[in-house]
Each structure stands twice: as structure tokens, then as C-alpha cells.
């Protein structure tokens, strides 16, 4: 006989009980707080056209997609981001709809990670995509959505904000090939300090050392307007993210936000404003987002657009890590009854739910079986609806 191969893929988990129902209750949580702002739901396939994935978000390597063919032979992609999907929908099936559109969504994406690299493959996203306006009270809405979310997880969190406008401004003032730029711009998000002084050797531009270290409170503006001196566009960006920040601290969230200037983020996808998400117990950021005005160009409708996506995945860990995991809550009572006492097993589970209490039928044909399953379960009470049905009998 053939042997099945049990092992799920590579960077694949499955969740059981407490931890399924733990990411159920951080979507959900979510949920409500798009739903508050005026966000409604979207939902796009897992698969979409490779060669729409490909052409139009150039950020995702080739090498970190899925791919499969459809009955055509057609190749096809596992969806990779959920923001590119979405703008082909609106730009799509909402091309004629009012704008602006406010959308929110609670799916999957997959990406092919390194062998061991420990990272997963399939990761749940929970996230919103705010499409047709621009502007200061576009993103201080996406912003406020975002911190939330975060205080939502009831964990110690930080949002920083920056916009790419000011590190664009700043490197062209230099003579760099691209590739030079692209080089400049990983070091500088990643905070590579070792690795871009050893770049810098070469081109002997102090802007570049001192950019990862544009981070903090109202501290960082002073020296960020020291650096770019008189180039307009980047003290035009910095203006703006001084104005979003003392708006976000005057409306009470101070203790939530800092200020990166450093952060340009690996591939040049956002166009202005940007900012990232913690929370306690994660080593990474678990919140992603930011202006990306060109997007949606690519599918022949030009609208602006922000939004970010929460990676629930990483979130659930942190939440776990903190001590935040519940066992399920057993049910208050378990019916055992007979074909002559359904009726009145039913009634009486209804009776517990009237109540906002839980009831399960028993699956057992022996009161012993549902004894004992209700000792594994630990449920105290096991009514018993045969006995009256024996009664009877008698």
C-alpha cells in the first residue's frame, strides 16, 4: 500500500484548539476597528495571473512565488501581497464606483522563504487599502486605523513614521547608479551601519551615515532639517511628517508614535508616507504600511492610495510569548439522551443557550461513554434525559 507522506510543506503550520481561535479573535478584533472607521470587506482569489503579479509588482523576486498552470496551461501565481490584487479590483470591477474606496481584508498570503530560514511561507494578513485620496487627512486616517489596531493587542506597541520623500531628496543629490541605490537604500532600512560605512568609503558622503540614525522623538526633526539643508524636497517631506506627528500627538497618541526619517523600506514601492508597527515579544515589525500613488497607474486607472497590512501570524506569537493564550473554555453541560428524548435534549440544550451558556448533545449511546468523555472534557454537569424516558416505560 502507498504511503502517504504526513509532513505539511515547508514553512506550513497547523493550529489546534486555543491557537486556531486565537488568530480567529485578533481578526476579528481587527474586524470591528476597520469596521468602526468606515472600512468594508474584500475578499480576491489565492490565485491570480503570473504575469499580472509579475509586471506589476517588480518588489516580489520571481524565485519567492508560487507557481502553478491552470487547465490551459496558463501560469499561475499563489497570491503573493494582497495589495496588488485589490488594486486590480478596483481598478477593475470598482473603476466606476465613488470614490474613495475604504476596504479591508483578512487573508493569506504565500511566499517561498529560504530552506531554514524559519520564516513561514503561508501567513495570514489582516489589513486595509484606503484607494482615491491623497492628502493629510487620508493618512492620518490609515495612521489612526493602524495605532488601534495595535493598542487593540493590549501590548507594549510603537508605530514609527517616515517618508521615502526625504531619503529620494537626499540621494539624488548624488551620482549613483542604481544598483548603487539600491544598495544605499537596504543598508539604510536595515539599519546596517557597518555595512554602509564600508559602501560610504568610496563615495565619502556623510548624508548617508547619518540618515539610519534619524530616529526618535521631536529630537530627530532639528538634526533632519540640519541635514538636508537647502534641499527643498526633502525639507518638504520632513515638514509633513512634522505635522502628522504633532496632529497624532495633540490627538493623544504620543506615547505610540516616533519618528524614523531612515526609513525607506528595501524596494522603492511606497511614493510618501511610511511607517512600520511593534509590539512587545516581536522581532520583527508586525505592521506594515504607506503611501503608494503609483499602483493602481499600472492597471490603466490612476488613483492614490495608502494602506498597510498587520502580519496576524507574528502577532499570535508575540500574544502567546506574553502569556495571552487561553485554553477553550469547556462547555457548561453535556445532554445525553435517546431517540424517545431528542426532543427533550434539545429543549434543554436551548434552555442553556437562552442563557449564554454552552450545551453540547452527546455523541454516545452509553451515559458511562458521555461520563467519561465529559471527565476528559472537564465538564462538570451531564444531564441525563433517558431516565425520564425509562420512567416511562416502567
Do not use: W
Not at 498552470?69 to 473603476?95: S, Y
Not at 504633532?246 to 511606497?270: R, S, W
Not at 434543554?348 to 468523555?373: A, H, I, P, Q, W
Request: glycine fraction near 6%; include cysteine; proline fraction near 3%.
Amino acid at each position: 500500500m502507498y504511503k502517504l507522506n504526513k509532513n505539511i510543506p515547508e514553512g506550513t503550520r497547523d493550529l489546534l484548539y486555543a491557537e486556531a481561535d486565537l488568530y480567529e479573535k485578533i481578526t476579528d478584533g481587527f474586524t470591528k476597528i476597520y469596521v468602526d472607521a468606515g472600512f468594508r470587506p474584500i475578499s480576491t482569489p489565492v490565485v491570480e495571473n503570473y504575469d499580472m503579479v509579475a509586471a506589476v509588482n517588480q518588489s516580489i523576486k520571481q524565485e519567492n512565488v508560487y507557481k502553478l498552470t491552470d487547465n490551459t496551461g496558463h501560469l499561475l501565481a499563489m497570491r503573493p501581497d494582497n495589495t496588488t490584487p485589490i488594486a486590480r479590483v478596483v481598478a477593475t470591477k470598482l473603476k466606476n464606483a465613488a470614490m474613495p474606496q475604504k476596504l479591508y481584508y483578512n487573508q493569506h498570503i504565500y511566499r517561498i522563504n529560504s530552506d531554514y530560514s524559519g520564516k513561514r511561507n503561508e501567513i495570514l494578513q489582516s489589513g486595509i487599502e484606503l484607494v482615491g485620496a491623497s492628502g493629510l487627512k487620508s493618512d492620518l486616517l490609515c495612521i489612526m486605523t493602524a495605532l488601534e489596531t495595535l493598542k487593540s493587542l493590549n501590548l507594549k506597541c510603537k508605530l514609527e513614521i517616515g517618508h521615502v520623500g526625504y531619503f529620494n531628496a537626499l540621494i539624488n543629490e548624488m551620482n549613483l547608479s542604481e544598483d548603487e541605490v539600491q544598495t544605499v537604500r537596504s543598508f539604510v532600512d536595515a539599519k546596517n551601519y557597518v555595512s554602509l560605512n564600508m559602501f560610504d568609503k568610496n563615495l565619502q558622503n556623510e548624508k548617508i551615515r547619518k540618515l539610519p540614525l534619524l530616529y526618535g522623538n521631536d529630537e530627530v526633526f532639528a538634526e533632519a532639517f540640519e541635514l538636508a539643508g537647502e534641499n527643498q524636497d526633502a525639507v518638504d517631506a520632513l515638514n509633513y511628517v512634522k505635522k502628522l506627528y504633532e496632529l497624532l500627538k495633540n490627538a493623544g497618541y504620543e506615547e505610540y508614535i516616533m519618528v524614523d526619517m531612515g526609513m525607506v523600506h528595501k524596494f522603492d514601492y511606497y511614493t510618501g508616507l511610511v511607517f512600520r508597527g511593534y509590539i512587545d515579544n516581536a522581532g520583527e515589525p508586525v505592521l506594515k504600511g504607506g503611501r503608494y500613488d503609483r499602483l493602481l497607474a499600472s492597471f490603466d486607472y490612476d488613483q492614490p492610495a495608502i494602506g498597510f497590512a498587520v502580519n496576524v501570524c507574528a502577532v499570535a506569537d508575540a500574544l502567546i510569548k506574553s502569556g495571552k493564550l487561553c485554553e477553550m473554555p469547556s462547555a457548561d453541560a453535556i445532554v445525553h439522551y435517546n431517540e424517545e428524548t431528542y426532543a427533550d435534549a434539545i429543549k434543554v440544550k436551548n434552555s442553556y443557550v437562552e442563557r449564554g451558556l454552552t450545551c453540547e448533545l452527546s455523541v454516545f449511546d452509553t451515559l458511562e461513554e458521555t461520563n467519561n468523555y465529559a471527565k476528559n472534557m472537564n465538564v462538570e454537569t451531564v444531564i441525563d434525559t433517558t431516565k425520564e424516558s425509562e420512567a416511562a416505560e416502567k
